[in-house]
């Protein structure tokens, strides 16, 4: 079985830092580029970011880009998101997902499965 | 980047209903487009991909259709385990864009 846990969340003051984790098992990790999503109480979905199979290859979404790393260990097979000066519109519930294919944006993709998330509070 | 929109945000209908969620791109994406159940307190479920492929275990009132820029997600016979929020996803480009979801609810 598939299974995805998150860890890492908690409540951090503005311009502070978190590192989330994603453990996964059941499936060959390398094989699969992953994902973060988030989601905003009350809100929609976000998509975060994205890495390669190998971890060659990222993407930020452009309210991320340059204060969010993913990373990948895959001996481990733990995805990583390491938040640096977050902000108030940081706050979200944050999944981990599976894409489709190894590669961090081959076209068509999607996401399955999901983890349960991890929820990160931005407050002073 | 892609901009989803979905309507509506929100309808209430009843068990036994036919229900259709519209989800229009911004630009063409092809087929390129992923349909995902989320219930309160629990993270989202792939119900269809690519446009109108079941993922495994999908009850067959689920279908969705579409190609371009405008797709539908249809519950031909809405049950009670499927009051929850739907959301689309363009798959075509990085980022990865949302629709912002329509919720159903209980008539």
């Known amino acids: 079985e598939v299974q995805l846990l998150e860890s890492g969340g908690g409540l951090v003051q503005p311009g502070g830092s978190l590192r989330l984790s994603c453990a996964t098992s059941g499936f060959s990790f390398n094989t699969y580029a992953m994902s973060w999503v988030r989601q905003a109480p009350g809100e929609g979905l976000e998509w975060v970011s994205v890495i390669s199979g190998t971890g060659s290859t990222t993407h930020y979404a452009d309210s991320v880009k340059g204060r969010f790393t993913i990373s990948r260990d895959n001996s481990k097979n733990i995805l990583y998101l390491q938040m640096n000066n977050l902000r108030d519109e940081d706050t979200a519930r944050y999944f981990c997902?599976?894409?489709?294919?190894?590669?961090?944006?081959?076209?068509?993709?999607?996401?399955?499965?999901w983890g349960q998330g991890t929820l990160v509070t931005v407050s002073s | 980047d892609i901009q989803m929109t979905q309507s509506p945000s929100s309808l209430s209908a009843s068990v036994g209903d036919r229900v259709t969620i519209t989800c229009r791109a911004s630009?063409?994406?092809?087929?390129?487009l992923n349909w995902y159940q989320q219930k309160p307190g629990k993270a989202p479920n792939l119900l269809i991909y690519?446009?109108?492929n079941f993922q495994t275990g999908v009850p067959s009132r689920f279908s969705g259709s579409g190609s371009g820029t405008d797709f539908t997600l249809t519950i031909s016979s809405l049950q009670p385990e499927d009051f929850a929020t739907y959301f689309c996803?363009?798959?075509?480009?990085?980022?990865?864009?949302f629709g912002q979801g329509t919720k159903v609810e209980i008539k």
């Open positions: 630009q063409d994406i092809k087929t390129f």
């Open positions: 997902a599976r894409d489709r294919a190894a590669a961090a944006a081959s076209g068509g993709d999607w996401f399955d499965p």
């Open positions: 996803q363009q798959g075509y480009s990085v980022p990865r864009t």
């Open positions: 690519t446009a109108s």
